[in-house]
């Protein structure tokens, strides 16, 4: 398996417009997480699926984030408007049942100007 | 709320030698705990996953060990190498479905040829 493979690896957008990211997990893994790392926050959980079902969004920062998983091998994570805060490394995750191990994307640095 | 914490910082260290990088954590209450490594704009690669129920694990040079009611894990690296600098991090898996992987800041670490 090629791993967990995150699109675009680099996003550049201006202030207020719409961005989305994408996200293909492992095939087999029902588990699907969103990460954001910042330098001054680190690592933060953004939202978890579990077969496809969001089980915890207490992560997304704000209403102009969201998340969909409408198959079990694809997700996005969508910011609309975007702001220059949301600038950061997006990671999506995932693993094979809810607390195996978990497999990191190669993520994708927003910039938003 | 589960926190974890990574001392030091930042390490370097001559190639050759043994080290031990240290993460801590407040709920003793934990499903599991990993370590990745990132390297500069990458994403974070798996290293080793332990168990609540283990000890230790090893995989090559690299041996880590839990201690659940001091709250700490240890990664020991036996002779490192160049290639060994990136930064480490650990996370552990707790709360309700334990689900939740809480990242430390993670340690830089650097081998002098």
């Known amino acids: 398996d090629a791993g967990v493979i995150q699109s675009p690896r680099h996003e550049v957008t201006e202030m207020g417009q719409e961005v989305t990211l994408r996200c293909k997990p492992i095939?087999?893994?029902?588990?699907l997480f969103w990460y954001r790392q910042t330098m001054m926050r680190g690592l933060e959980l953004l939202i978890y699926?579990?077969?496809?079902?969001?089980?915890?969004d207490s992560g997304m920062p704000e209403d102009r984030f969201s998340a969909k998983m409408p198959n079990a091998s694809f997700s996005t994570l969508k910011i609309q408007p975007s702001e220059p805060r949301d600038s950061a490394v997006y990671f999506c995750?995932?693993?094979?049942?809810?607390?195996?191990?978990?497999?990191f994307g190669q993520g994708t640095r927003l910039t938003v100007v | 709320k589960q926190e974890v914490t990574q001392i030091p910082a930042a390490l370097s260290v001559p190639e050759g030698e043994n080290l031990v990088l240290n993460c801590s954590f407040t709920?003793?209450?934990?499903?599991?705990l990993q370590w990745f490594r990132q390297d500069p704009g990458k994403g974070l690669t798996s290293l080793l996953l332990?168990?609540?129920?283990?000890r230790e694990q090893t995989s090559g040079r690299l041996n880590a060990s839990l201690d659940k009611s001091s709250g700490r894990s240890t990664l020991y690296i036996a002779a490192s190498q160049p290639g060994d600098s990136a930064t480490y991090l650990c996370?552990?898996?707790?709360?309700?479905?334990?689900?939740?992987?809480?990242f430390g800041k993670g340690t830089k670490l650097s081998v002098i040829p």
């Open positions: 995750a995932s693993s094979l049942q809810v607390n195996t191990e978990a497999f």
């Open positions: 095939s087999g893994h029902n588990s």
């Open positions: 699926f579990n077969n496809n079902v969001p089980i915890d």
């Open positions: 709920d003793s209450a934990i499903y599991n």
């Open positions: 332990i168990q609540s129920s283990q």
């Open positions: 996370a552990a898996t707790s709360g309700a479905g334990s689900y939740q992987l809480t």
